[in-house]
């Protein structure tokens, strides 16, 4: 069983930078599928970014440029570093974790909200 745990969230102001810290407990491998999604008020929750260990990274098209992921897997950490934050970024974020060993699971964090104002 995999626990995910975000932390990092909060309040800034539009302009600003944020890091999302995503840690991950249980048997995670290096070809799991890791990623950040959000869900803004009255939204949809939508993809931010998702990769692999290898560097292989897919990134939203409002996020491009902004936000970059990493994965730290010996300590079973993801990042999200946000930059040039907007008020369209607020959200609830959310860690996910697809894992394919054994058939495909997925998993998801608690969420942490971040509200970027004006």
């Known amino acids: 069983q995999v626990q995910l745990v975000e932390s990092g969230g909060g309040l800034v102001q539009a302009g600003g930078s944020l890091t999302l810290s995503c840690v991950a407990s249980g048997n995670i491998y290096s070809f799991d599928l890791m990623g950040w999604y959000r869900q803004g008020p009255g939204l949809q929750r939508e993809l931010v970014a998702s990769g692999d260990s290898g560097g292989v990274r897919n990134y939203a098209d409002s996020v491009k440029g902004r936000f970059t992921m990493s994965r730290d897997n010996a300590k079973k950490t993801l990042y999200l570093q946000m930059s040039s934050l907007k008020p369209d970024d607020t959200a609830v974020y959310y860690c996910?974790?697809?894992?394919?060993?054994?058939?495909?699971?997925?998993?998801w964090g608690q969420g942490t909200q971040v509200t970027v104002s004006s």
């Open positions: 996910n974790l697809v894992s394919f060993l054994g058939g495909r699971k997925e998993y």
